[in-house]
């Protein structure tokens, strides 16, 4: 490989150029598109900011860990939506020095082509399924790149003595992931256990043991512990299910037809699955490596279904699958460790990924020039109206599922439920643990001056804005007029103090 390269300046001046490319991808994605979810974790992280608590005063399902660097940004400054992407770019930048620092890469070259290989599938491939925005799932691939690069996989290379401060690191992280979303606990569990060796296990012990420390301080401080076991505990693991089992599996058999249709829900999913078991079986049916047969079918077959946990919500076109999705292009490391004879097919095909690398990262492809032409939102028409019917202190309402809003007005939410969709109305009937809420009181408690109501159908219209959000509207119908045209409504004691912002009843 080193023969691409003839002088290692060139190769240096090369390696130069894209990271110039990726920096300047990195500061496009910052005001690239997002997702809803995005909003809706950063408003939370706004409500924490301003002193509710997760779980009893929010109602929020996902780990109390997401919200972490959310607070922090808000309290250290507020940037609202460029705050937390400067945050996952740096979880980007993270990600990339841990594959360049990884005990499996020994050749700077293959370092420098494998960063750049992983930058550009990362940044161009993995953010059309929002890989930059400010969620949960992204958090969590992140994570999952760094630990596999760092640790899991340089662990189960038996040749490879490992350092002290990936040991920790990497089990640290691994404790971190589950208090994003218990659906990762199968994989931070297995790999815990297959990542073990003699000389090992007592550091690994204690950063895993430090990791759920740091979480259990974190839900102590932003959080309700009867919150944390109602809402993202039992809510995500035997009510939701009930509601979207196809999202939310609740017993074995729903989980292996979602894994499945994850691993064959479409081109990129099968040929995930494919890069998977061919690049493990490679590693692992080398005999040079172990010592017995025996134990590295178990070790293959742990590693995979630890992997393959990753997709069990089942469509690998979304947000959900990134884990998976990081997970898998870690693997080529495994074999990347060693040292492959020279020939003018590799170098060939080397030159080609080069090429395909620069293509991308440099976005001389109009398609990818447009695709990052779409930017995140800098106003709305509901956000300016908010704005000049309330002041800084006073707080509104957007449903169903529009908490951008909230982030654009710069108003905080009228009601815990600060979005409202048919789960919540299950909780509503099934409270555990004098975990409660009730968004019709808070609404005819704090009285916002307007609302926003788009009556959303929620999954193919399978739950009607009438069969759950009817409280939410007799409210709306009693107490306000609805502007003509439009799902917005303005306090009916307010309406002709108003008026000559142009509004019309209907």
């Known amino acids: 490989m080193n023969k691409i390269f003839n002088k290692g300046n060139l190769q240096n001046f090369i390696f130069s150029i894209f990271i110039l490319l990726i920096i300047r991808f990195i500061s496009k994605l910052?005001?690239?598109?997002?997702?809803?979810?995005?909003?809706?974790?950063?408003?939370?992280?706004?409500?924490?900011?301003?002193?509710?608590?997760?779980?009893?005063?929010?109602?929020?399902?996902?780990?109390?860990?997401?919200?972490?660097?959310?607070l922090i940004i808000q309290k250290i400054y507020h940037l609202n939506?460029?705050?937390?992407?400067?945050?996952?770019?740096?979880?980007?930048?993270?990600?990339?020095?841990?594959?360049?620092?990884?005990?499996?890469?020994?050749?700077?070259?293959?370092?420098?082509?494998?960063?750049?290989?992983?930058?550009t599938f990362t940044l161009s491939f993995l953010s059309r399924f929002y890989l930059h925005t400010y969620i949960y799932f992204s958090i969590a691939a992140y994570?999952?790149?760094?630990?596999?690069?760092?640790?899991?996989?340089?662990?189960?290379?038996?040749?490879?003595?490992?350092?002290?401060?990936?040991?920790?690191?990497?089990?640290?992280?691994?404790?971190?992931?589950?208090?994003?979303?218990?659906?990762?606990?199968?994989?931070?569990?297995?790999?815990f256990f297959i990542s073990l060796r003699k000389y090992t296990y007592k550091f690994a012990v204690f950063g895993f043991i430090a990791g759920v420390f740091f979480n259990l301080l974190v839900?102590?401080?932003?959080?309700?512990?009867?919150?944390?076991?109602?809402?993202?505990?039992?809510?995500?693991?035997?009510?939701?299910?009930?509601?979207?089992?196809?999202?939310?599996?609740?017993?074995?058999?729903?989980?292996?037809?979602?894994?499945?249709?994850?691993?064959?829900?479409?081109?990129?999913?099968?040929?995930?699955?494919?890069?998977?078991?061919?690049?493990?079986?490679?590693?692992?049916?080398?005999?040079?490596?172990?010592?017995?047969?025996?134990?590295?079918?178990?070790?293959?077959?742990?590693?995979t279904l630890a992997i393959i946990s990753l997709i069990v919500r089942g469509d690998p076109?979304?947000?959900?699958?990134?884990?998976?999705?990081?997970?898998?292009?870690?693997?080529?490391?495994?074999?990347?460790?060693?040292?492959?004879?020279?020939?003018?097919?590799?170098?060939?095909?080397?030159?080609?990924?080069?090429?395909?690398?620069?293509?991308?990262?440099?976005?001389?492809?109009?398609?990818?020039?447009?695709k990052l032409n779409n930017a995140l939102p800098e106003t709305s028409e509901f956000s300016e109206l908010a704005k000049k019917m309330t002041n800084g202190n006073e707080k509104i309402i957007s449903y169903s599922w529009r908490s951008t809003e909230y982030i654009l007005a710069d108003r905080l939410p009228a009601a815990a439920f600060f979005y409202y969709m048919p789960w919540q109305v299950a909780y509503q009937k099934k409270p555990v643990l004098g975990i409660q809420f009730n968004p019709c009181e808070d609404i005819l408690k704090n009285k916002p001056k307007i609302m926003l109501i788009d009556q959303y159908m929620m999954w193919d219209k399978k739950y009607d804005w009438g069969n759950y959000g009817q409280c939410i509207q007799d409210i709306a119908n009693n107490y306000y007029y609805k502007v003509e045209q439009k799902p917005y409504y303005i306090r009916r004691d307010l309406w002709s103090y108003y008026k000559d912002l142009n509004f019309q009843k209907n």
């Open 30 to 70: 910052l005001f690239f598109k997002g997702l809803e979810e995005e909003s809706e974790t950063i408003v939370t992280g706004m409500m924490i900011a301003h002193g509710q608590k997760l779980y009893s005063d929010i109602f929020q399902n996902h780990g109390a860990l997401t919200y972490l660097p959310s």
């Open 81 to 119: 939506f460029l705050g937390h992407r400067i945050f996952m770019m740096a979880l980007e930048i993270l990600s990339l020095l841990s594959i360049y620092f990884s005990p499996l890469l020994k050749n700077n070259v293959q370092k420098k082509i494998y960063v750049v290989l992983v930058a």
């Open 143 to 191: 994570l999952v790149l760094i630990l596999m690069s760092l640790y899991v996989l340089p662990s189960i290379d038996s040749s490879i003595r490992l350092k002290k401060r990936y040991i920790l690191l990497g089990n640290f992280l691994l404790a971190c992931l589950p208090f994003l979303g218990i659906v990762y606990i199968p994989f931070s569990v297995i790999l």
């Open 219 to 303: 839900i102590n401080s932003i959080a309700s512990w009867k919150g944390f076991v109602a809402l993202h505990l039992y809510l995500n693991s035997i009510l939701m299910p009930t509601l979207v089992p196809a999202v939310y599996p609740n017993n074995l058999y729903q989980s292996v037809l979602n894994t499945a249709k994850g691993l064959t829900g479409n081109m990129s999913g099968i040929i995930s699955a494919f890069i998977l078991i061919s690049l493990l079986l490679n590693f692992f049916l080398k005999e040079s490596l172990f010592h017995w047969k025996k134990i590295l079918s178990i070790r293959f077959l742990l590693l």
């Open 317 to 370: 076109g979304t947000a959900s699958a990134l884990p998976y999705y990081c997970a898998i292009i870690t693997l080529p490391l495994l074999l990347l460790k060693e040292r492959y004879p020279e020939n003018k097919i590799k170098n060939y095909i080397i030159y080609m990924m080069i090429i395909f690398c620069f293509t991308k990262l440099s976005l001389l492809l109009t398609h990818d020039i447009k």
